[in-house]
């Protein structure tokens, strides 16, 4: 979803500002200034809409970094700034005609000029370096990094199966993405340079697949554990690997890709480490792919550039080339660091950055948007006892999406009756047409209920005036079956102030009774 609004935010930015700062009218090699909201529009629109994608993909970069406990309007204004402001800006550099990197400096009579095609430094680099200060400020996500000695603690995604799809869009992406870094395509030798670049990019992605793949077996293998062939990263060492060769996409033989690629590969991984070391938690390695892979390809771009790199002889032409590319890096990395640094520092104080903690752990999907990112799955809806026990008014409902490993990821939504006692609630609006399953609490000390599919609303029993509502809630099922409803709870404290639920759910899918599971709250 997250992607999807980045689409929308950035083709409003980069239209209104984002453009005109790239490719407007130059002011001393730094910043465009004309051609605000496309007015006095340029002669090749197809030339807005290519950058525009590039925009799009260096403020998307970021949020893999700060996945799983970003707030959502820091995204929605993040997105747009990065888009808006900081890309455009950083990329005149480079993309502009005019701009100090693009338009290099003289040597021996020949000018000098910043070589990177299609941005691993101006797209990658910058959307890596941007990642990375966000992750740091906003901090890892809650249980990533053990509490007595920092060891990093696994968090799984959800579907590797899907995580593989979006692989191989990117890598079809990335043909389309090198390819169109000629711009032209009726001129004599157009062609063979666009196929150049494609090919580049299948070696060099494919390269750095099989030797993430590969390292990550050696890698797993060691300390006597049994070695491990990884998907995940293989998936990441090729999007590392098409990054890289960005830069050098269509001046580089394909010999040289496939080298470029699989150090990009031991890059990333080497990058990877090096976070987890210091704990700062990347959750999709956005910034070892895209900063190690983009910096590396800005500095092998020089070093392979066919026919006069450093690899065919080592002149000082090419020693400068690789120097003024060099300072491009430093200059996008202090750049985008420190643009990074105010937008999520500013972000940060507002207290806007972060998602409080109890939506952390219950993922956003209910709470913020009130649409379930996985409707047909198993849902449970729990009002939380704790609150009724302590004569709260509106007590908050429990959503746990039960995996099958047992797990209930609580997501918390309050509501209020008037016409129930003070520490009763209803269930929201938004799960009041669910079906209903039947659920049984027991307690040494709490209040007991006990409610079915079809019983009145007067079937209602209710210990010291206290009525606990307890549902379980589960969407498109026929017939709702019921396995093991017994729910134990115990009490932490002597006044029975304090519950710890150890709770018994049947999990329920479309296929019907798979598995009971328990779970703590």
Not at 180 to 190: C, F, H, M, V
Not at 193 to 222: C, D, F, H, P
């Amino acid at each position: 979803m997250i992607n999807i609004h980045f689409v929308f935010i950035a083709g409003v930015a980069y239209w209104i500002f984002g453009y005109a700062l790239a490719f407007g009218d130059d002011v001393g090699g730094f910043v465009g200034s004309t051609y605000w909201a496309l007015g006095n529009k340029p002669k090749k629109l197809a030339h807005w809409f290519y950058h525009y994608v590039f925009a799009a993909t260096a403020a998307t970069i970021v949020s893999g970094a700060l996945a799983e406990r970003c707030n959502f309007i820091a995204y929605l204004v993040y997105s747009f700034i990065i888009s808006g402001f900081i890309y455009p800006i950083g990329s005149h550099w480079s993309k502009s005609a005019a701009g100090w990197l693009a338009k290099g400096i003289q040597f021996d009579g020949d000018k000098i000029k910043y070589l990177d095609s299609a941005g691993s430094g101006a797209v990658h680099g910058m959307g890596g370096i941007l990642a990375l200060t966000g992750a740091i400020i906003m901090g890892p996500r809650i249980g990533r990094f053990d509490d007595v000695d920092g060891k990093p603690k696994p968090i799984r995604g959800h579907s590797v199966p899907l995580a593989a799809l979006g692989g191989f869009i990117l890598y079809f992406g990335f043909l389309a993405y090198n390819g169109g870094a000629k711009g032209t395509l009726s001129n004599e030798g157009d062609g063979n340079e666009i196929a150049l670049s494609i090919v580049n990019t299948i070696v060099s992605g494919s390269g750095a697949a099989m030797m993430a793949l590969l390292l990550q077996r050696y890698l797993s293998g060691r300390n006597g554990q049994i070695p491990k062939w990884s998907l995940l990263t293989t998936i990441n060492g090729g999007l590392a690997g098409m990054v890289s060769i960005c830069a050098g996409c269509k001046s580089v033989e394909p010999w040289a890709s496939f080298i470029t690629g699989c150090i990009a590969a031991i890059a990333y991984m080497l990058w990877s480490k090096l976070l987890l070391k210091m704990q700062i938690d990347d959750p999709i390695d956005a910034f070892a792919v895209h900063a190690g892979g983009g910096i590396w390809g800005v500095l092998a771009a020089p070093i392979f550039k066919s026919g006069d790199g450093i690899v065919y002889g080592g002149s000082r032409a090419s020693f400068v080339l690789f120097g003024w590319n060099l300072v491009g890096v430093i200059v996008y990395i202090a750049w985008s660091g420190f643009s990074g640094f105010v937008l999520f520092f500013t972000l940060h104080k507002l207290d806007l950055l972060r998602v409080p903690t109890r939506l952390e752990h219950s993922g956003l999907d209910i709470p913020k948007h009130d649409e379930p990112a996985y409707p047909g799955d198993k849902l449970t809806y729990i009002e939380d006892l704790r609150a009724a026990t302590r004569g709260r008014r509106g007590t908050m409902f429990h959503l746990g999406m039960l995996s099958r490993m047992g797990k209930l990821n609580k997501s918390f939504e309050t509501d209020e009756d008037e016409k129930n006692s003070q520490t009763s609630a209803p269930c929201s609006p938004n799960v009041k047409s669910r079906r209903v399953s039947r659920v049984k609490f027991g307690s040494v000390e709490s209040p007991i209920r006990r409610k079915e599919q079809d019983d009145s609303d007067d079937d209602k029993e209710a210990v010291n005036g206290n009525i606990i509502h307890e549902e379980v809630r589960i969407d498109s099922l026929d017939e709702v079956k019921e396995e093991n409803d017994e729910f134990d709870e115990m009490t932490d404290e002597p006044n029975g102030n304090e519950l710890n639920h150890n709770i018994k759910v049947v999990t329920i899918s479309e296929t019907g009774m798979k598995d009971t599971n328990s779970s703590e709250l």
